[in-house]
T-cell receptor
């Protein structure tokens, strides 16, 4: 079982719709959770971080964490074509480094 | 925001040569830097954790004699791919952890192509 699992996609949504990206993790000791956006050929950039159960909102982005279900998600409201990218879920457990999922490719259709 | 500079951004080399990639934190000190490798359409895989003034910790399956890591100062870590082969062609990305805030920042990445 992979430590961090994501559906590879592509996830295709029309412009203006809500995009929902999901991630599950295997290590119950995971403490910190991150969503990164990566454009092709570029380095990842941090979108959201979340550390406690519940929702965290930042602009058009909402991260949701459910530690009991070992599940973290990212909602993107009013999706724009510029949001088209690969979204990487990452977790930290203990003093370990970030462990990344394989990423979900999002395509926002104009 | 904090910036991590990686150099070179692209490098093409012949098989058998060695390539050095630098990762530099420009406006903060980083006691810990991480080196990742990303193959096309795959996720970032941690290669090693680099701690200033001590030996790097390598992940399982990563050859420490092939991927030499030096973290001689609080702002610079280097990754040397020794005797590179075509299968080492990949996107290498470093991240640096701010010693004061604990925040992680990524470099721009270095694309290595071994002919």
């Amino acid at each position: 079982q992979k430590e961090v699992e994501q559906n590879s996609g592509p996830l295709s949504v029309p412009e203006g719709a809500i995009a929902s990206l999901n991630c599950t993790y295997s290590d119950r000791g995971s403490q910190s959770f991150f969503w990164y956006r990566q454009y092709s050929g570029k380095s990842p950039e941090l979108i959201m971080s979340i550390y406690s159960n519940g929702d965290k909102e930042d602009g058009r982005f909402t991260a949701q964490l459910n530690k009991a279900s070992q599940y973290v998600s990212l909602l993107i409201r009013d999706s724009q074509p510029s949001d088209s990218a690969t979204y990487l879920c990452a977790v930290i457990a203990g003093r370990r480094a970030l462990t990344f999922g394989s990423g979900t490719r999002l395509q926002v259709q104009p | 925001g904090a910036v991590v500079s990686q150099h070179p951004s692209r490098v093409i080399c012949k098989s058998g040569t060695s390539v050095k990639i630098e990762c530099r934190s420009l406006d903060f000190q980083a006691t810990t830097m991480f080196w990742y490798r990303q193959f096309p359409k795959q996720s970032l895989m941690l290669m090693a954790t680099s701690n200033e003034g001590s030996k790097a910790t390598y992940e399982q399956g990563v050859e420490k004699d092939k991927f030499l890591i030096n973290h001689a100062s609080l702002t610079l870590s280097t990754l040397t791919v020794t005797s590179a082969h075509p299968e080492d062609s990949s996107f290498y990305i470093c991240s640096a952890q701010d010693r004061n805030t604990g925040e992680l920042f990524f470099g721009e990445g270095s694309r290595l192509t071994v002919l």
